[in-house]
């Protein structure tokens, strides 16, 4: 059974960055592509992020293109979301995941199956 275990989440001020990882286990990330959801207080989840197996094709929603970049490290099991330029509007639980995909990616969340526990980000003074 494939698990997710969100970290790097934390407290920063607004124009900060920060860099949260995501550790498969259960699964190789051969032939998945991976993806970033977030959830917001009192909001539903949204896609924020997603990469093909190949890496060749990259997604990010308008909210966070430019600002936001996911990277993958198929010998580590990890996934990465760099986040630069931050914004209170960032405040959420960051949710990673994957999806048997090899030459693109998808955020529709009903495709994905199990979900970790999340990392929170909270951008504030």
């Known amino acids: 059974q494939v698990q997710l275990v969100e970290s790097g989440g934390d407290v920063v001020q607004p124009g900060g960055s920060l860099t949260l990882s995501c550790s498969v286990t259960g699964s190789t990330l051969d032939d998945f592509a991976v993806a970033w959801f977030r959830q917001a207080p009192g909001k539903e989840r949204e896609g924020v992020a997603c990469?093909?197996?190949?890496?060749?094709?990259?997604w990010t929603e308008d909210a966070v293109r430019g600002r936001f970049a996911v990277s993958r490290d198929n010998s580590m099991n990890q996934i990465y979301l760099h986040m630069y330029g931050l914004k209170p509007e960032d405040t959420a639980i960051y949710y990673c995941?994957?999806?048997?995909?090899?030459?693109?990616?998808?955020?529709?969340?009903?495709?994905?199956?199990?979900w970790g526990q999340g990392t929170q980000v909270t951008v504030s003074w």
């Open positions: 995941n994957i999806e048997r995909l090899k030459t693109t990616c998808n955020l529709f969340e009903d495709r994905y199956d199990s």
């Open positions: 990469m093909s197996e190949d890496g060749l094709f990259v």
